[in-house]
């Protein structure tokens, strides 16, 4: 039976792509080329003419953005050299130095004026300069767990449960350090001495480390040659182990009491990430690239263009607390105009799941009217993605590709991906 389940994996895991071989979809050779990427970019002027981040001004105020916007060369007709980048929502909340209250809801999308950021740059070649121009627009759903009710009662009863023990603790401390001074210090005879002695007890701290010798070393130069120094030097034993044993004792609880809030905080933090991985977000990104061969204002020619949208919006049981299954629709639209060709994609994709195992349905229609290579292309695919550990995991995709050239064609391949820190789970399809 076992061999028969093997075999049955093996056929269904590489039988499409075995098919695809005859070079009808040469282009699918991994899984990454059968999943659309959804990751949220912004088209920026400054990737668009690869400008350092270093090189960006952002005016931080309306005096400074008059400034800037003087450099670009208007009076004179030439383009200058400049990077600017101005979120209207920050800069004119710095002039009038108000901002709004933040909302109170535990679920709640950012304000939407935030979400404007404007974008301008230019680069200056031998004679010729490019422009670019970005307008970028983002808000997504924000969740704040501190406001939740249930999430917060625990958290606050958990540090206060765990105060209180170490409350007690040092006040027992204080309550029997009292109790050895009265029984010691009245051994002293020589009062020029027995404030200070009690004044430096006192200063003894319940989380700080205490040896004998130190504590020997300073009671003899306290005390000098007075007489009942030998009496006295007795209860120095029962100090240090009174303060030993409430120093462990309240340190214990302390390491118990930082260790049980990461474990909770930890806890919270995968419990948030289950329930909130499906949030809603909205981005609308548009670019546009303009060439001047004389490096002058008046020579500019629109050179490309290109806007993409791209929401993300929960479904199957959203914001519902009690169910671990969720499910969350994203779809994306691009398109891209150029001097002699464009291009148009339009995919959306519906997940179902959790946050480390999910049902994937995807689909995406491809246009382009190229001189070269004109293509209209139509794929579809259902796939798993089931999480090992954070940076591993089994991706298995099925599906169908169709071309005008080539009609209909299976894809289909299992594999099992790794990565290192925060790169997203699938690669970008080549566009």
């Known amino acids: 039976m076992k061999r028969k389940v093997c075999c049955l994996f093996l056929v269904l895991t590489f039988g499409p792509r075995l098919l695809a071989q005859d070079g009808s979809d040469k282009e699918v050779t991994n899984v990454d080329k059968l999943y659309i990427d959804f990751t949220q970019r912004e088209l920026t002027a400054f990737t668009m003419l690869d400008i350092d981040e270093d090189e960006i001004v952002r005016p931080g105020s309306l005096r400074e953005l008059a400034v800037q916007v003087g450099n670009f060369g208007f009076n004179t007709g030439q383009i200058a050299p400049f990077a600017i980048e101005v979120n209207p929502y920050k800069l004119f909340a710095k002039e009038t130095k108000e901002l709004p209250e933040p909302k109170c809801t535990v679920h ?12 301008l740059a230019s680069v200056l070649g031998d004679a010729d300069a490019r422009v670019a121009g970005s307008l970028n627009y983002l808000i997504k759903e924000e969740y704040n767990p501190m406001k939740d009710d249930e999430i917060r009662s625990g958290l606050l009863l958990s540090l206060k449960g765990m105060e209180s023990v170490l409350t007690a603790i040092k006040n027992q401390f204080i309550v029997e350090i009292k109790a050895w001074k009265g029984l010691y210090i009245k051994k002293l005879e020589d009062s020029s001495v027995d404030s200070e002695i009690s004044e430096f ?26 007489e009942s120094k030998g009496d006295f030097l007795k209860g120095l034993e029962p100090l240090y182990v009174l303060h030993l044993k409430y120093n462990q004792l309240y340190t214990k609880v302390k390491k118990d009491k930082n260790e049980g809030l990461a474990s909770y905080i930890n806890n919270l933090l995968a419990k948030i990430r289950d329930q909130q991985w499906n949030a809603g977000s909205l981005l609308v990104s548009t670019g546009m690239l303009w060439y001047s061969p004389s490096a002058t204002w008046g020579g500019l020619k629109t050179n490309s263009f290109q806007i993409i949208a791209s929401g993300a919006l929960p479904t199957i049981h959203g ?9 969350q629709l994203i779809a994306q639209v691009k398109y ?12 959306a994709r519906h997940l179902y799941g959790t946050h480390a195992n999910r049902f994937a349905l995807e689909a995406q229609y491809k246009w382009a009217d190229l001189a070269d290579a004109p293509f209209n292309i139509f794929r579809f695919t259902a796939g798993l993605e089931l999480k090992i550990t954070d940076n591993t995991w089994f991706e298995m995709a099925y599906g169908a590709n169709h071309t005008e050239a080539t009609g209909w064609s299976a894809i289909g391949q299992g594999t099992f991906k790794f990565g290192i820190g925060d790169k997203p789970i699938y690669s970008s399809e080549n566009d």
């Open 319 to 327: 914001h519902c607390a009690n169910h671990k299954l969720r499910g």
């Open 108 to 119: 709640n999308y950012s304000d939407w004026p935030k979400g404007f950021t404007i974008g």
């Open 201 to 226: 007890v006192d200063e003894i701290e319940i989380d700080s480390p205490l040896d004998i010798d130190t504590l020997t070393a300073k009671f003899n130069k306290i005390l000098g040659d007075s």
């Open 336 to 347: 891209s105009q150029f001097a002699d060709s464009s291009k148009f994609s339009l995919a």
